[in-house]
């Protein structure tokens, strides 16, 4: 049985540099509403968690570059998603390192985003 810490359980505010609130989000994606934020959430453009009790639903401040979603940022939500990972545990693996080198979001972030989709699809099986 593996003893490792379930990525449900991690301590997401430690993991994410910067959090961003929905308006903040939708301010850095080029001034689309908090609605147009929560529909690319529900969709998996972007994913929210709340970083720490008292909080609310937040996006790591690092899944918007330019204006956009991180490339390849939206693909690996929905593999994630796919292998039955909530919000939460997205960005907890995404934030955590994959041994890529470095964690995933770095990885994103830097236009090397082949090898991180293909760790993620090794989840689903």
């Known amino acids: 049985m593996n003893n490792e810490p379930s ?21 850095r994606l080029g001034g689309v509403s908090v609605s147009k ?8 453009h972007l994913a929210a968690a709340v970083p720490r009790p008292g909080a609310g639903q937040q996006v790591p401040a690092a899944f918007i570059v330019d204006g956009e979603p991180v490339k390849g940022l939206p693909g690996l939500l ?3 998603h796919d292998a039955g ?9 995404i934030h955590l390192d994959q041994d890529l080198p470095g964690r995933a979001i770095d990885a994103l ?17």
């Open 7 to 27: 990525l449900a359980d991690a301590d997401l505010d430690a993991l994410v540099d910067e959090w961003i609130d929905w308006a903040e989000a939708g301010r």
């Open 85 to 93: 990972y909530d919000d939460r545990e997205c960005i907890a693996w």
């Open 78 to 80: 929905t593999v994630l």
């Open 109 to 125: 972030r830097e236009n090397r985003g082949s090898e991180v989709k293909r760790r993620a699809q090794s989840l689903g099986f």
């Open 37 to 44: 934020v929560r529909t690319m959430i529900r969709e998996h």
